[in-house]
């Protein structure tokens, strides 16, 4: 039988399961192949150089998928920030009615998406943050737990406990996300309280991800032990993959004095990371990788891996059942 949950009825999806907004990998192709498999697919807006680069991208998705798919704003610090507003209009003007926010003050863009009609889900990585952002009025929350790639955000919280103080406090319905990349973790994820799972890095190892395959390669060989945080002393915490650069990074951090981002600047180049999905080449620059990186085994199609999330999440639920028992001793009959 379906999973059927809070998720699956807000978004109108038939598998409790996202696809996180990636720089560089949250493209048509992909997300059009997670909508198609019955979860959420997204589109990363920054991953195109515009706004109106965006419109295309969004009218592409929707020449592959009848199915709802979103687009991901996250906000980042920057000198020269990005049109935000520009991107937001844009997708809401082609139609989308789902968005994923991440990043700080997201308040003013999740006014705009909710003056539209659409549906918000905002990422957060403490439960303090998730508070405020349900002050604002977002549809569902991302709980992002210390496994997640990328940003963990400061206080270190893994998502076992993250996720069950999400149940205790918060009002709206919310998602898991970091660590999740199997039936097992979409169980475990249900079973804390959430609706559904966020998943990543696991999506950039099917066959529809637009990255080089000696890049999926290198994640199918790798265990939970191979990524490392940068921009730790900065405040500004990524979770990357294990490589040259980011140990040179780490390095730098480290010495006395520790170091500026003046001093890393060349080493993570967002166009460095870019071309390490494209070249392939795993040690030329920082790419973001969860913990999760350790349960990937293999790169199916996006068709082949939410099936098989649905079913082994199934399996465990039905296994769970039959450790209930009556109070004679006997099995309980279900």
Same mark, same amino acid.
């Given at each position: 039988?379906?999973?059927?949950?809070?998720?699956?009825?807000?978004?109108?999806?038939?598998?409790?399961?996202?696809?996180?907004?990636?720089?560089?990998?949250g493209v048509p192709r992909l997300a059009a192949a997670v909508s198609n498999a019955g979860g959420l697919g997204i589109l990363t807006a920054l991953t195109q150089?515009?706004?109106?680069?965006?419109?295309?991208?969004?009218?592409?998705?929707?020449?592959?998928?009848?199915?709802?798919?979103?687009?991901?704003?996250?906000?980042?610090?920057?000198?020269?920030?990005?049109?935000?507003?520009?991107? &937001? %209009? #844009? +997708?809401? /003007?082609?139609?989308?009615?789902?968005?994923?926010?991440? !990043?700080?003050?997201? =308040?003013?863009?999740?006014?705009?998406?909710?003056?539209?009609?659409?549906?918000?889900?905002?990422?957060?990585?403490?439960?303090?943050?998730?508070?405020?952002?349900?002050?604002?009025?977002?549809?569902?929350?991302?709980?992002?737990?210390?496994?997640?790639?990328?940003?963990?955000?400061?206080?270190?919280?893994?998502?076992?406990?993250?996720? &069950? %103080? #999400? +149940?205790? /406090?918060?009002?709206?319905?919310?998602?898991?996300?970091? !660590?999740?990349?199997? =039936?097992?973790?979409?169980?475990?994820?249900?079973?804390?309280?959430?609706?559904?799972?966020?998943?990543?890095?696991?999506?950039?190892?099917?066959?529809?991800?637009?990255?080089?395959?000696?890049?999926?390669?290198?994640?199918?060989?790798?265990?939970?032990?191979?990524?490392?945080?940068?921009?730790?002393?900065?405040?500004?915490?990524?979770?990357?993959?294990?490589?040259?650069?980011?140990?040179?990074?780490?390095?730098?951090?480290?010495?006395?004095?520790?170091?500026?981002?003046?001093?890393?600047?060349?080493?993570?180049?967002?166009?460095?990371?870019?071309?390490?999905?494209?070249?392939?080449?795993?040690?030329?620059?920082?790419?973001?990788?969860?913990?999760?990186?350790?349960?990937?085994?293999?790169?199916?199609?996006?068709?082949?891996?939410?099936?098989?999330?649905?079913?082994?999440?199934?399996?465990?639920?039905?296994?769970?059942?039959?450790?209930?028992?009556?109070?004679?001793?006997?099995?309980?009959?279900?």
């Open positions: 039988m379906p999973l059927e949950t809070k998720l699956t009825r807000l978004l109108g999806i038939r598998v409790p399961v996202v696809q996180g907004g990636m720089q560089w990998v150089p515009s706004p109106e680069a965006l419109r295309q991208a969004i009218r592409e998705t929707y020449k592959l998928t009848k199915y709802p798919f979103g687009v991901n704003i996250t906000l980042l610090p920057s000198i020269n920030p990005p049109d935000y507003e520009g991107y &937001a %209009r #844009a +997708a809401v /003007e082609e139609g989308i009615k789902i968005f994923e926010t991440a !990043g700080n003050n997201p =308040g003013p863009l999740i006014k705009f998406f909710k003056s539209h009609g659409c549906i918000v889900i905002h990422k957060c990585t403490t439960i303090r943050h998730a508070k405020s952002a349900e002050r604002l009025g977002v549809d569902c929350l991302s709980i992002d737990g210390f496994e997640c790639a990328g940003h963990p955000g400061e206080e270190d919280i893994g998502g076992i406990v993250l996720l &069950a %103080r #999400a +149940a205790q /406090e918060l009002k709206v319905p919310y998602i898991a996300s970091g !660590g999740i990349g199997d =039936g097992r973790g979409l169980a475990a994820a249900l079973a804390l309280g959430a609706c559904g799972v966020n998943m990543g890095t696991r999506f950039m190892c099917t066959v529809e991800s637009p990255i080089h395959q000696k890049i999926k390669d290198t994640i199918i060989g790798a265990n939970e032990s191979d990524t490392v945080h940068i921009f730790r002393t900065l405040r500004n915490t990524s979770r990357v993959y294990k490589n040259g650069v980011a140990q040179q990074v780490v390095a730098l951090e480290r010495r006395p004095g520790g170091a500026k981002f003046e001093d890393v600047r060349e080493l993570v180049s967002g166009q460095r990371g870019r071309l390490v999905y494209e070249t392939g080449d795993p040690e030329y620059g920082i790419w973001t990788a969860g913990l999760v990186i350790g349960l990937i085994k293999d790169s199916p199609t996006c068709e082949e891996l939410v099936r098989r999330l649905e079913r082994e999440a199934e399996e465990v639920i039905d296994g769970l059942q039959k450790l209930k028992v009556s109070s004679t001793g006997e099995k309980a009959k279900l």
